[in-house]
C-alpha cells in the first residue's frame, strides 16, 4: 500500500510493563498524534476515541524519548509538565486535574477501576463541583466503581453507541487531559500509557462539544419500552436490544473483541494455545491469555463436542459466536453450544 515506506524492525512492549498501552505515532520526530484509540477498524468506525495532534517540539522529543526507552529496555529521561506517562506520574497527574477542579468535571471514561480516583470525584462533588461521567454498559468490573461515585454525588450516564473507548478528563471547561490512560489501577500504575494535558480554548471547546452530544444521547433510551436512560450502578452488563455496535452477520478481529463488552459478535482467529483444567477449557487466541480474548467452555458442555475441544481447536482457524464477556480485565465468549464454533481453515 506504501511502497515507499518499510518496516525495518519492531519489538514486543518492554516487559517492566504489565502492558505496553500507549497510543501514540511521530512523524518525523516534529510531529506526534497523541491517542485514545487502537489501530483496529473498530476505533475508526464504531467507537468514541479521541486524539491530540502536537507539534510542541518538547513534546515530540519527550515521546521520542521514551520510545527509545522503551526499545533499549532502559529508564527514560522525563519533564515536560503537560505530559503523563503511567507508571511514573500518571497518577499525579489525573488526582491533580479532579482536585484543581473548581466548577465542573467532564469524563468520558473506558474504565472505572481505582477507589483513589474514585474518592477524589466524590471529593469533588462533595465541595460543589459538577461531575458527570459518561461510559458504555458492559463493563462488569466497571459497576463497583460506578456504584461508589453515584452513591457519592457523581452524575452518569451509559452510552450504548458509539462505544466509549475514550480517555478523556475535562476540568472546568478550560482544560483537559487525552490519551491512553484508562481509570484503573493498571493502567495508572502498571502499564506504559501515554495523555497530554491541553488548554489551548478551541481543542477544548471540540471535546467539550463533543463530550455534551454524547451526554445528550446518553439520556435517550433507545429501547422502546424503556423509560430512562440507567443511573451509573444500574446497568446491566447486556446490549441494548436492536442496537448492536456490530451487526450480527459481521466477523471481526479476535483482536478487537475488547472494544464489544456486553455485545454478541462473531470473532475470527487462531487458536494458539488450549488448556483442560478439568473445570474448565480455554481456547485461546494469544500466548498473552491473561490480558486477550479467550474461548471458555465449561466440562457439561465441552461433552457436547464430537472430541476434546482442547484437541479439536488447537492451530486451527475458528469462528466463534457469543457475548463478550470481562473477566478479571480481559474479554472471553462463554460457548454453551458447539454451533457457536465454525471451524475456517
Known amino acids: 500500500m506504501f511502497p515507499h515506506l518499510k518496516l525495518q524492525s519492531y519489538k514486543w512492549g518492554n516487559p517492566t510493563f504489565r502492558l505496553t498501552h500507549e497510543k ?10 497523541i491517542m485514545t484509540l487502537n489501530l483496529t477498524h473498530s476505533a475508526f468506525t464504531s467507537n468514541r476515541e479521541y486524539g491530540i495532534i502536537d507539534v510542541n517540539p518538547d513534546h515530540v522529543a519527550e515521546i521520542v524519548e521514551v520510545f527509545n526507552a522503551d526499545w533499549e529496555r532502559r ?29 465542573s468535571l467532564d469524563l468520558e471514561q473506558l474504565e472505572m477501576q481505582d477507589e483513589e480516583v474514585e474518592d ?22 466497571n459497576e463497583p466503581g460506578l456504584e461508589r461515585i453515584a452513591a457519592g454525588g457523581v452524575e452518569g450516564r451509559y452510552l450504548g453507541k458509539p462505544l466509549v473507548h475514550a480517555k478523556l478528563i475535562i476540568a472546568d471547561g478550560r482544560r483537559a487531559l487525552v490519551g491512553s490512560v484508562n481509570l484503573s489501577t493498571a493502567s495508572l500504575d502498571f502499564n506504559r500509557e501515554l495523555g497530554i494535558i491541553v488548554d489551548d480554548e478551541a481543542v477544548v471547546e471540540t471535546l467539550a462539544s463533543t463530550f455534551e452530544r454524547d451526554w445528550a444521547a446518553a439520556g435517550v433510551e433507545p429501547v ?47 487458536i494458539v494455545l488450549t488448556k483442560n ?12 491469555w491473561w490480558v486477550d480474548l479467550k474461548v471458555v467452555i465449561f466440562p457439561e458442555d465441552a461433552a457436547k463436542f464430537p472430541a476434546p475441544p482442547e484437541e479439536m481447536f488447537l492451530n486451527r482457524k475458528i469462528r466463534v459466536t457469543g457475548v463478550v464477556k470481562e473477566y478479571k480485565g480481559a474479554p472471553e465468549i462463554i460457548v454453551r453450544d458447539p454451533g457457536q464454533i465454525e471451524i475456517v481453515e
Open 120 to 141: 477524589r470525584l466524590i471529593a469533588a462533588a462533595e465541595r460543589g463541583v459538577r461531575v458527570r461521567v459518561v461510559t458504555s454498559p458492559g463493563m462488569e468490573a
Open 24 to 33: 501514540s505515532i511521530v512523524v518525523d520526530e516534529r510531529l506526534a498524534l
Open 277 to 288: 483444567t478439568g473445570k474448565v477449557v480455554f481456547l485461546d487466541f494469544s500466548p498473552t
Open 75 to 103: 529508564a527514560p529521561t522525563i519533564g515536560a509538565p503537560d505530559l503523563v506517562w503511567s507508571p511514573v506520574n500518571a497518577r499525579e497527574g489525573v488526582l491533580a486535574l479532579i482536585d484543581g477542579a473548581a466548577e
Open 224 to 270: 422502546a419500552e424503556a423509560t430512562a436512560t440507567p443511573a451509573l450502578g444500574e446497568a446491566t452488563a447486556t446490549p441494548v436490544p436492536g442496537e448492536p455496535t456490530v451487526p450480527p452477520v459481521e466477523v471481526i478481529s479476535w483482536e478487537d473483541a475488547a472494544q464489544y463488552y456486553g455485545q454478541e459478535v462473531t470473532v475470527e482467529g487462531t
